[in-house]
């Protein structure tokens, strides 16, 4: 009687298991495939590169793989499924301020998950810009605010 009841316990238990896993597998499908067995470390948090300008960043997502490398992901509702040169800025902007204030390595790539009006996702993967790549828009961008920007020659 007794053994009946530890089995039929422990069945019950591997089938809430089960159940867990098929519903985090439906949970992160539109995830990329290297991300899926990745931990999400960062979610909606803001991190700093200090210097003589200050760059401040909001990460929607930042997700260690199992190298404790970090790649991030930008969502973005959007009518259009397309990326833009302002999502790999942004992008590149939030690898350098996670790397400045952590000290972890991100990696050289990112994800643009864009939702349409459908509630589909689609995962695109971006390069983003290296650190001093970003140094430099930061001063091109004070460059222009203070108006001495230099006119770029195409």
């Known amino acids: 009687m007794i053994e009946q009841m530890i089995a039929g316990a422990m069945l019950i238990l591997l089938l809430i298991w ?5 519903k985090r597998q439906r949970d992160q499908a539109w995830l990329p495939r ?3 067995r990745a931990t999400l470390v960062y979610a909606e948090q803001l991190f700093r590169a200090r210097g003589p300008i200050t760059l401040t960043a909001k990460v929607d997502r ?3 793989d199992p190298a404790g490398i970090i790649i991030l992901i930008e969502l973005k509702n959007r009518q259009r499924d397309c990326v833009s040169l302002a999502d790999v800025i942004e992008l590149s902007a939030q690898r350098v301020a996670v790397m400045a204030e952590t000290g972890r390595q991100v990696a050289l790539h ?3 998950i864009v939702q349409g009006p459908s509630g589909r996702r689609v995962a695109h ?8 790549e970003v140094k430099a828009l930061i001063q091109r961008r004070e ?3 203070i108006g001495k920007a230099v006119e770029v020659q195409t």
Request: charge should be positive; charged fraction near 25%.
């Open 143 to 145: 460059a222009i605010l």
């Open 62 to 64: 930042g997700y260690r």
């Open 18 to 22: 089960v159940l867990h896993r098929l």
């Open 110 to 112: 990112a994800y643009v």
């Open 34 to 36: 290297e991300l899926r």
């Open 125 to 132: 993967r971006v390069g983003l810009l290296d650190v001093v």
